[in-house]
């Protein structure tokens, strides 16, 4: 979790820093009209429109319009909109990696409750055994026979 924090710390404030840098380089670069592709120069067009009624010129229009091809501003968009599926690939691949370590780490929880529980059952199961079936007397009973044949063959 700390890493995935540093990582969204440095992203920010990597963006903050760029865009600052370039608010202040706006700010500072009065004429820019020496770059039309950023988009802030002039996007003008001028237009002629003449009408002629009995061969004489009646109606004269100027328009003035003009759209100027891709700018800064464009380019900028077009990466945005490309850099969203990114950002969020990677982000679903992180959840899924962060999903499947914590599925594996129940998984192990569970194997080792599991020989836990069996360990005590066998534990419960013995001492059932020794106490409640008087099993200890016989034991006892075993061993004293089969060391009185070792001394009988010895």
Do not use: C
Request: hydrophobic share 40%; net charge positive.
């Amino acid at each position: 979790m700390n890493r995935l924090k540093d990582h969204w710390t440095w992203l920010l404030s990597g963006s903050v820093t760029l865009f600052l840098a370039f608010a202040i380089f706006l700010y500072l670069s009065p004429n820019w009209y020496w770059a039309d592709w950023t988009g802030f120069g002039e996007d003008t067009s001028k237009t002629v429109e003449e009408t002629l009624q009995n061969g004489k010129l009646t109606v004269t229009k100027r328009i003035t319009h003009f759209q100027s091809g891709k700018t800064l501003w464009d380019w900028l968009g077009l990466a945005g909109v490309i850099a969203i599926p990114v950002v969020l690939f990677q982000f679903q691949q992180q959840q899924q990696k962060k999903t499947e370590e914590q599925a594996e780490v129940e998984k192990e929880i569970a194997a080792t409750n599991l020989r836990e529980e069996a360990l005590r059952d066998y534990i419960d199961k013995i001492a059932e055994l020794l106490i409640d079936k008087n099993l200890k007397v016989l034991l006892k009973k075993i061993i004293r026979r089969n060391h009185h044949k070792r001394q009988s063959k010895a």
